[in-house]
């Protein structure tokens, strides 16, 4: 039976040596610093790069973020501060449902939220999607951690005459950042990753593009249609973006662990 | 030391003032923040309810019942895609299943120490994995896999069996559903190894006090007991794989046509929506389209709800496997 195990255990570590083994192997040879650099050329031409999908996702995950973050955290920091509030039960309640629900799902809501009303698709309305994902993945992280905070460390404030939101702030949330910074970090290279709530909000574009209320293109939206399109000069592109798309994800999520590792080992 | 001179404009009953009003301001902006989660799920169902209507007027809930997808003459029924996103999603957890509790049982009760962290550390990165990469993947590597070996070979063996007859496609059922099997294997054993963790030692020092050896104590008293946990973790990896896109999209071939046979090509609600949305025809189509949205929520919702329920009662309302990913 252990045999079987083990057995299970290398089928299972397998996919993903194989995966980021194809990616290099593939990927690898189309990058060069023109690739980062330079926008795409039409099919039948090389040396087009992804620029203005690097770009695109910088912008649309960095707005997503604005929103998502500020959101997540405040509600993560009512749920642990008011527990047994009936706001807090709900709003805990409600964060499960929307941590379940299909990414595509959420896609159609922020079309039909901002792209049918304002009749143009724009990189707004994907960040705000890619907001909507992030929000219970901060707040549950946020509960969390802030619980894990001694209620010694608050006691000890309130008593010095600290008010509840000083508290709150300087004490409470102090102890936590760390934590909550892994967290959100997670969160962000979760959703630099999403494609299916992008395809019908962002669309994606073969321009660099700064407006937000227009198009916008994304890396996971770029190795979507070159890797459906019929070049074999674009199933190479998609490779290569795939391969800069996994690296983004990857550090993200490696630094967030790392963060929490070395907080844990140097209290220990 | 110099004597403070504290401002006589503020007394101490002054500043206790101030720190309500600050008080009440830190808690109405929490209050607005905490408050948004709600409302925006409300706001979801309504904008999907809203989208589906002329499709919910039209064909009520016959549509989940009608197998004619046709945007031009304006036909819509969704019952072949409900089949397979349901067919697709069980096939992937037939071949998740096994392999993650493997790993899970493995790595929580009979792996040496030092390589479980690592383990469980490589096989959460799979979670870390945009699903457009896995759908890369699975167009340029994995299918002719399939193609030239494992599909042939399943034919010639088990060709007897209705569902693994006819053409070879390359995009098929079976197809998605592995690469969905990839995807959600991480998930179901993240949190079955969470659930495992926290059955009680004595339980396991019980078993082995009466003589049962250690597998025997694995089966006999860990997995029982942690049984209800186990199953939401599976329903919780089923809830990935209904609402997963990309991959599937990329994978399934797109036809709307129900067929016995795994290598045929399939559809699922997810990607009727990727593919078909920005280019619906008319208000008719995206309304129809909407619904399909709808009922994939409502399949996800309970679906999760069921998997939670499961989970917490393991647990005692600790959120096993809520923070993850």
């Known amino acids: 039976m252990v045999g079987l195990m083990i057995g299970a255990v290398i089928l299972a570590v397998l996919p993903l040596l194989f995966i980021l083994l194809n990616l290099v192997l593939k990927g690898a040879g189309s990058l060069s610093l023109a690739f980062f650099t330079r926008m795409p050329v039409p099919a039948g031409e090389t040396g087009g790069g992804v620029a203005h999908a690097i770009v695109g996702t910088l912008i649309i995950v960095g707005m997503a973020s604005l929103f998502g973050l500020p959101l997540g955290i405040g509600a993560g920091v009512f749920c642990a501060e008011y527990p047994g509030a009936r706001l807090a039960k709900l709003t805990r309640f409600v964060s499960d449902v929307m941590n379940g629900t299909p990414s595509i799902v959420v896609g159609v809501f922020a079309w039909a939220l901002i792209v049918a009303r304002t009749k143009q ?148 | 030391m110099a004597t403070t001179i504290l401002p006589e404009s503020r007394t101490a009953e002054q500043s206790l003032e101030g720190s309500r009003a600050g008080d009440r301001l830190f808690k109405g902006v929490l209050v607005l923040a905490a408050l948004a989660v709600p409302v925006l799920m409300a706001f979801l169902v309504y904008e999907l309810y809203t989208g589906a209507r002329p499709a919910i007027v039209r064909y009520g809930l016959g549509f989940i019942a009608g197998s004619t997808w046709d945007p031009v003459a304006e036909e819509f029924g969704a019952f072949p895609l409900i089949v397979g996103t349901l067919l697709s999603s069980f096939l992937a957890l037939l071949i998740a299943v096994p392999l993650s509790l493997g790993v899970a049982i493995y790595l929580t009760e009979f792996a040496p120490r030092v390589i479980r962290q690592p383990i469980a550390f490589v096989i959460e990165l799979l979670a870390a994995i945009p699903s457009v990469v896995y759908g890369l993947w699975g167009i340029f590597v994995l299918i002719p896999i399939l193609k030239a070996h494992v599909f042939p070979f399943l034919r010639d063996t088990l060709g007897f069996l209705p569902f693994f ?98 290598f ?12 078909e949305f920005t280019e619906a025809v008319g208000d008719l189509h995206l309304a129809a389209l909407a619904y399909v949205a709808l009922v994939l929520f409502v399949l996800t919702v309970l679906v999760n709800a069921a998997a939670r329920l499961l989970i917490w009662r393991v647990s005692k309302g600790g959120p096993v496997g809520g923070k993850g990913a």
């Open chain 2, 165 to 262: 007859q006819g053409p070879i496609y390359g995009p098929s059922m079976l197809a998605a559903s592995i690469i969905l099997a990839i995807m959600i294997m991480p998930f179901i054993m993240s949190v079955s190894r969470e659930v495992l963790i926290a059955v009680p030692g004595s339980q396991r020092e019980a078993a082995l006090a009466l003589g049962a050896t250690r597998w025997e104590a694995v089966m006999s008293a860990i997995v029982p007991y942690a049984r209800s946990g186990i199953i939401g973790a599976i329903i919780l990896g089923l809830g990935r794989a209904l609402g997963e896109t990309m991959a599937v999209t990329m994978l399934i071939g797109n036809r709307n046509e129900l067929s016995a046979s795994l």
């Open chain 1, 121 to 268: 698709f724009s990189a707004l309305a994907g960040s705000c999607a890619l907001a909507m994902l992030m929000v219970p993945m901060v707040m549950r992280t946020t509960e969390e951690l802030i619980k894990l905070v001694p209620n010694s460390l608050r006691e000890a404030a309130l008593a010095l005459g600290y008010s509840r939101w000083r508290t709150s702030v300087t004490i409470v949330l102090r102890t936590a950042l760390p934590g909550i910074v892994t967290g959100s970090l997670l969160a962000v290279a979760r959703i630099a990753g999403e494609t299916a709530p992008l395809l019908f909000t962002a669309l994606g574009s073969q321009f660099m593009s700064l407006k937000i209320t227009e198009p916008m293109a994304a890396l996971p939206l770029t190795v979507f249609n070159y890797a459906i399109g019929p070049y074999e000069e674009w199933h190479r592109y998609a490779w290569a973006t795939a391969l800069v798309l996994i690296m983004v994800v990857l550090v993200l999520s490696l630094a967030a662990r790392l963060a929490t590792r070395q907080r844990f080992s140097g209290n220990a």
């Open chain 2, 264 to 275: 045929a090509p399939g559809y699922t609600m997810a990607a009727v929506i990727a593919n």
